[in-house]
């Protein structure tokens, strides 16, 4: 992620003319969003918010609607495929290698979480596991598992999809916004949104070493309770 970040800075750090950046850059935006909706890895949000930055700085009026509307598109689109490639692994007895990569990348703890809130929220919890970091696959497997028809699925992920591109293209608009050169914008929004992706994994370990903190120190509370008891119990057959 560290590596793919250095190059989109140092590809920004020397922007060819507009004409081309908008030849190359808009099916290169649309590859690589497609790309991380399948394939987890790639830094999504960053690309978007660097986009996001060049075309802050372009004179087409249009460039921001274009890097929002090909981020958003190519967003649906990559989730469409990684669900139905998913589905047919629900459907296969044996299976499938991507449904088992989706298994592999969630917890039971946030399977369930995301099941839970999947049933109590239906469709609408799909836009908030695109807005937050790393919560669109569990909420994706939540579907996939309880057998979500793939068009309601969709359906439910346009909305999803639209809003995370409007949340991370203003994060690229308040990067470019702040500094006079594009790349020195993109580094304040690739910056921005590491700590956006950060901080729900920070507060997610610390939220789950405390409370096995609290039950290691009831247990050992309740470990010298019971031997203070014993203790007493012995002492009382010693001197009816």
Known sequence: MIDGITRIVEAVRELPPESTQQ??????????????????????GAIVSSAAVVA????????????????????????????????????SRNGSRWLAALRGRVTPERLAHAQERLDTHQVSVLVLSRLVPAGRIPVMLACLLSEMPLRRFVRGDVAACLAWAATYQLIGILGGSLFPEPWQGVVAAVGLTVLVSAVPALWRRVRGTTPREATHAGNSKNAGSSGDSGGSGHSGHEHP
Do not use: E
Not at 23 to 44: K, Q, R
Not at 66 to 87: E, I, K, R
């Open 23 to 44: 030849a190359v850059g808009y099916p290169s935006l649309f590859l690589l969003v497609a790309l991380g909706a399948l394939v987890p890895i790639v830094p999504t």
């Open 56 to 91: 802050f700085h372009q004179t087409s009026p249009l460039a921001l609607l274009f890097v929002f509307l090909v981020a958003a598109f190519a967003a649906c689109l990559g989730d469409a495929a990684l669900y139905w490639l998913g589905q047919r692994g629900v459907r």
